[in-house]
């Protein structure tokens, strides 16, 4: 069973950056490949960035070049540095491991990027 808890949305101008949390109860945090994902109202959440246990990445375009996914398996702790942000990627993020499991989605983080 894997817990997470996610921080540091906000609301910020378009621009601007924000760094979100990510952290995970579970004593084999290491061994999995975690995403961040983000869902707006209406529509399906989209992985938005995902991590392996080796530390290699990959993103969805619409993010590629402006955020950054990294781990610190010490803590448990998944981050997603995000940078020049736009109002589209106003939404709420979600950690979860890659392939999702839905019993291990969290409350989630309100990111709000205002024009």
């Known amino acids: 069973q894997v817990q997470f808890v996610e921080s540091g949305g906000g609301l910020v101008q378009s621009g601007g950056s924000l760094r979100l949390s990510c952290v995970a109860s579970?004593?084999?945090?290491?061994?999995?490949?975690v995403g961040w994902y983000r869902q707006v109202p209406g529509k399906q959440r989209e992985l938005v960035a995902l991590i392996v246990s080796d530390g290699s990445t990959n993103y969805a375009d619409s993010v590629k070049g402006r955020f950054t996914i990294s781990r610190d398996n010490a803590k448990n702790t998944v981050y997603l540095q995000m940078n020049s942000l736009k109002p589209e990627d106003t939404a709420v993020y979600y950690c979860n491991t890659y392939p999702s499991v839905p019993r291990y989605w969290g409350q989630g983080t309100q990111v709000t990027v205002s024009s």
């Open positions: 579970g004593s084999r945090f290491s061994i999995f490949a």
